[in-house]
Structure formats: C-alpha cells, structure tokens
C-alpha cells in the first residue's frame, strides 16, 4: 500500500456540545451532519488492497468482508476516506447487531456478513489519488467527496446541511432510526487527527434506576476500598431486575464517601439476601448477561461485583438505549429515596418517533 495518507491515522474527533451551534458561532460557518451509530472507521484504498482502521487504528476488515467488497466497488481506486460502519436491520440502525461482527472466528463473521450485511457512510476524504487533502478546509474536502458520487447501496455519503433549522429538525427525527444526534464541523478547518475539532450534539434522558451493587475502582486497595461503578437495573414485564449499565464517574473522595454509604446495604457471600438476590447468577433465566459475566468486550478483565440489597434507587443520566440496556455509561444525577425500586420499570424511558432510514440510507441493506 503506497498511498499520501498511510495507516495507523487517529480520526478527528468532537467535542460535547448542549444544542446545536448557530452557523455564525465560527467565522466560516458550520456544516451539519447525522452522527451515525456505528464503528468509526478510516477506510485506505490502493487498488485491490483495503484496509479499515478503527477510532484506535486497529485493522477491522476481516470483520466486515462485505464492506471490504463494497469499497473496492465503490471507492476510487487510490484515496483514504474517514467514516462510519452501521448495520440498519427494519429499518433502524442496530448497534447491537453490530458489535456481534467482533468475533474471533471468521465462519462465524461470514455468516453474519450474509444474513446481516453492513454499510459505510463516508463523511470526508483525506486523499484521493496522490494528493493529501487533510490541509484543505472542510468545505473543499466536501467538494471532492461529492465528486465520487456515492450513493449506495452499501457505500453513501452522509447527508449534511448549512440550515441550523434542518439540522434541529434532524436532531429530532433522527433518532426514531437509531441515529445518535447532530455533528457541526467547521465549513474552514483542516483535518485534524486525533483533535477534538468539531462539536458533537447528543440525546440526553433521566432514569430513576434501582442500585444493586457496585464494582470497586482500579485502584482500590484493602485499606482503602474506593467504588468503581454503581450497577444498575430496571425491572422488565414480569418483575425481573435487569441489569442495564453502570454509572462510574465520580471525585475520588465520594469513591471512598460511598464505600462507607452504601455498607449497611452489602450483601453478605453464603446467606440467605445472597442466593435471593436478582443477580446471584451470571445469567438470569432469559439468558441475559449480568454484571459478571465475561463479554467479548470484557476477556481478561475482573467484574467481579459487591451484590447490594436492592432498596436504593437513582436518578441518572444517559443518551439513548442499546437492545435492554444503556449504550454508554450513565451519569449519577441524585438519589430518589422518595421512590420505590419496584416502580423503576422500563416503561418510564422515552421511545422516538420512528422515522424512515430509507429517507438517509436508500438501498442499504436492512433499509427496505
């Protein structure tokens, strides 16, 4: 691979933002994307030689063999482009579906490349031919981008728009097909690897959430035990407990603070609160995963946790779901001793209005 742009290559990154920025907060003006629900990817092609680099530059092709195909069909012969893999399945973008394609055995990846294809949205070009575009300003790089003619059905390019008004119409509807929220670019920068150049404007919901253990922090010592994360849950149709995430950013000081708080509530190995507690096992009688359980994401790593009697509940912050559980960690708002656990149902997170991925992603697989 000879290319003006070579491999390992950091994405440029964003910034959070409250609400999407007026175009005349920077002096160009911004340009508004989608902000897909997928794998970053930076995709270099020379010839019939792909790579695809993830946020961390590590190679993912063999994970997504049709979209190594799909690039070689669509992609000019020699450029490197930066964007995002996403799988839609009725309609909707699925992470969840997604994240199975990381899988160690390749039968088990052509199988889903079959039943469950993927796509790549392209959202900027750093090189096309022998010229490195990255010094150019976005607006140029947008022109070039739109030269390659990219309109499906396994390879588009993003939609994007310079109507702030749009751009808040999009963040609304959106989400109804599983997209995340609204990126702002400025229409002058220059690609900047591994900055936080853009701004990124994301969902946000409150969830009062029942507490039922904690993971102790890195570097928790026996002297002086700190907490990690708080585990949560919320209760399903038939009144199980399901785990659906961890909030775990806090000062050291309330690490150790909680410890002490939440002792009177630990459930003790080999009683009778232990073999009744919802998650005294690894999987509940559906088959989900609970808090112990080792994950493709997790191998290697301890997550063992401190089971606690189920009593306390949380108010807490979080972005969108993914399947039955948090996408990202949520964030700790207050505590809701005015509630009871078993009010903290699935019933109370908000749905999106569906809306119709065919309308940004005619043809994609999974789309129709």
């Not at 109507?163 to 995340?180: K, N, S, T, Y």
């Not at 701004?199 to 253990?213: M, S």
């Not at 949520?330 to 009010?343: E, G, I, L, N, Q």
């Amino acid at each position: 691979m000879d290319l003006p742009v070579m491999p390992p290559l950091l994405p440029m990154l964003a910034r959070p933002a409250p609400e999407v920025p007026e175009p005349d907060a920077t002096a160009a003006g911004y340009v508004y994307e989608p902000k897909w629900d997928g794998f970053r990817a930076i995709v270099y092609r020379d010839g019939a030689e792909v790579r695809i680099d993830s946020r961390n530059a590590r190679p993912m092709e063999r994970y997504f063999p049709e979209v190594v195909d799909a690039v070689r069909a669509a992609l000019p012969e020699r450029c490197v482009v930066d964007g995002e893999i996403v799988l839609a399945q009725d309609g909707r973008l699925e992470f969840e579906v997604l994240s199975q394609r990381i899988h160690p055995a390749a039968s088990r990846v052509r199988l889903l490349a079959e039943q469950t294809p993927a796509s790549l949205v392209v959202f900027d070009v750093l090189a096309l031919g022998d010229d490195d575009l990255t010094a150019l300003p976005l607006g140029r790089r947008q022109e070039v981008l739109d030269g390659l003619g990219l309109d499906g059905p396994q390879v588009h390019a993003t939609p994007r728009t310079r109507d702030v008004g749009l751009a808040r119409q999009w963040f609304d509807q959106f989400e109804g097909a599983g997209l995340d929220g609204v990126v702002a670019k400025p229409l002058d920068g220059t690609y900047q690897a591994n900055k936080r150049a853009m701004l990124k404007i994301k969902h946000g919901r409150e969830a009062d959430v029942v507490l039922a253990g904690y993971r102790l922090h890195k570097s928790s010592t026996v002297a002086q035990p700190l907490v990690g994360s708080l585990l949560l849950g919320l209760h399903d149709d038939e009144g199980r407990l399901q785990f659906v995430g961890v909030a775990a950013s806090f000062p050291m000081a309330r690490r150790a603070e909680l410890v002490a708080e939440l002792a009177p509530l630990v459930v003790e190995p080999g009683t009778s609160q232990a073999d009744d507690h919802p998650w005294s096992g690894w999987e509940n009688p559906a088959g989900e995963r609970m808090p112990g359980a080792v994950s493709r994401w997790s191998a290697g790593k301890d997550l063992s946790f401190t089971p606690l009697r189920p009593e306390r509940v949380l108010e807490v912050a979080y972005d969108h779901m993914e399947g039955a559980r948090f996408r990202h960690t949520a964030r700790f708002r207050r505590w809701r001793d005015d509630r009871d656990p078993a009010s903290c149902t699935y019933a109370q997170l908000d749905e999106p209005v569906r809306y119709d991925l065919g309308g940004i992603l005619p043809g994609a697989p999974g789309v129709a």
